[in-house]
Each structure stands twice: as C-alpha cells, then as structure tokens.
C-alpha cells in the first residue's frame, strides 16, 4: 500500500438515475474546478479529482440559491463548455492541488520515485499561507497513517479515523450549524472512503506483498485471496454502512438550496451502489488520481477524465 494524500474518485453520481439537465450541472462543477485549477496550478488539471469536484457543488448547493454558469472554450474538448465559479469551486481546486502535492511526495519517500519528486515541485499551491493551519492538520494525520502502514498496522479503526480526519478538516469551510453537520459528513465520508479504497485493492495488494490493512486486521494468512475477502465481507458491510448511515442522518439536517437531486443521488443512491459493487467483488472504474493508495502509473501518463 504506497501513497496517501490525494482522495479517490469514488465519490460520483449515479449516471443512470440522473436527469440530462443534473448530468449537465455537475459537468459544469467538474469543469468550473478545472477552470480554477488553471489559474492556480495549470498542470494539476491533468489530476482533477472526482471528489474535489463533489465538495464543490456541495458547498456551493448550501451556500448559493443560485450560480449562473459561464462559458469559456475548453481546448481538451475543442468546444465550449459551461462552468460554474464561485469561492467554493476555488477551494475545491485549491485542496486538489494540496492533496496531489502531498500523494506526490510520498511517493518519492515511499519508493524513491524521482518523478515524483519533479512534479511535487510543479504540482503545487504558489501561497499557501492562506491555508497554511489547514494543511498542517492534514499532514499531522497523514504522518500518523504513514506511521502506521510502516508499522504494518492491524488498527484499521484508527487508520480510518485518522483519514477521517483528513476530510473532515477538507470539509471544515463553513461555520455554524451548517459548518458542524459538513465537517461530520467529511469525517465519515474519509473512513468510508479509506476502508472501501482499502477492500477494493486487497487482492492486489496481496498479489504483489503491498501494505494493506485488511489483511493485517483479519489476520490473512496466504489462503485464498478470494476465500478470504468474502469471509471478511460482512464485516467490512457493517464498517462501511455505519460510515453512510452517519452520512445520510447528517445530510437531512442541512438546508440545500440547489441540487437537491443530485446530491439526493450521490448520498442515498451512489455510495450505497458502488459499496455493493465492491462487496461483490466488481472492480468500480476509478475516473481520478487515487489516493492513499494511489497507483503512480496514473500520474505517470498525465491522466485526465473528461466528463
């Protein structure tokens, strides 16, 4: 298990129970954080994330009755596209940047990976005092997760808490009541997120001897791959369930005042889908730069999804 600090891609709508005008919105957030990540860091738009993109409507759905997109032509698709932007679509984009940076240097400290190294000099925030109490957090925690995966650590409570406070402090944007409920989701969404990441690569992670902490909290012992991830299944089911029960009970309290429906879609429909994929052993199609496990060869290919 090599990387940590960038999130995943997980975190998407459920296309098919979408409406064309919904597909259409969070198209136009995915190419608003794109828009903005190439006024701050033009390289990192070639490692947008899914989820970076999510926290954007997010906020903005809560914060904004209304966000009239723009338009701009977009040369990766040699057409015009709409995009929105608002100071929610630039924090996005600005946490993208920081937690590719970070996933970056921990390659190259995991592996030596001198590509790695080069392009944590070009994938990053020019100013980061503006965020600089925030970033500290998250790397204190990220430290703590290296920390234990070095340790080849069992505890995958602790290392999905941990991670949890990662996204929580990603979600800590807002204050009040609204600021309370969005950092609680952040919190649950990052254990969800590290424990499902975490059980969709255990098989290759047993494949190839990588850090995983499934196999070390279930105690593998070199049986069947196979065999062994479904006797574990169920207990990864209920992990995973009390993440998203959490998630769906802190949702209901906020007041969405836009893209109810495809926030409605993401929360109750499309976690819960790719959470059974994944418990049946389907591979979901990561469309980003994966995190705390992320796979190098993505970056090396400057992978971009278009939406």
Request: aromatic letters at 12%; proline letters at 2%; one cysteine or more.
């Amino acid at each position: 298990m090599k990387g940590r600090g960038c999130i995943f891609g997980y975190v998407t709508p459920l296309k098919p129970e979408l409406k064309i005008k919904e597909y259409d919105v969070f198209r136009g957030y995915y190419c608003g954080v794109c828009t903005a990540l190439g006024k701050l860091n033009y390289p990192s738009k070639y490692v947008l994330n899914y989820d970076l993109t999510f926290l954007a409507l997010f906020l903005s759905s809560i914060e904004y009755g209304s966000n009239v997109p723009k338009k701009r032509f977009c040369v990766y698709n040699m057409r015009r596209v709409s995009y929105f932007e608002n100071p929610y679509v630039e924090y996005a984009a600005a946490m993208n940047v920081v937690l590719n940076n970070r996933k970056l240097i921990d390659d190259y400290n995991d592996d030596g990976n001198v590509f790695s190294l080069l392009a944590s000099k070009i994938l990053k925030l020019r100013n980061v005092e503006q965020f600089k109490e925030k970033i500290d957090i998250i790397d204190k925690n990220l430290a703590e997760i290296s920390s234990l995966e070095r340790e080849r650590s069992g505890d995958i409570d602790k290392m999905s808490h941990l991670f949890g406070k990662v996204t929580e402090e990603i979600f800590n944007i807002l204050d009040g009541k609204s600021g309370e409920i969005l950092r609680f989701i952040g919190y649950n969404l990052g254990r969800w997120i590290y424990v499902v990441d975490a059980f969709d690569d255990l098989v290759d992670d047993v494949k190839k001897d990588k850090y995983n902490p499934i196999k070390y909290a279930f105690e593998y012992s070199g049986r069947d791959i196979a065999r062994f991830k479904e006797e574990v299944s169920d207990n990864v089911r209920f992990m995973l369930y009390s993440y998203l029960e959490n998630i769906t009970k802190a949702y209901e309290l906020l007041d969405v005042k836009k893209n109810k429906g495809i926030l409605d879609n993401i929360i109750y429909l499309s976690l819960a889908d790719k959470t059974e994929k994944l418990l049946r052993g389907e591979k979901v199609d990561e469309r980003s730069v994966q995190g705390i496990r992320c796979r190098q060869e993505r970056i090396d290919r400057r992978y971009k999804e278009s939406i």
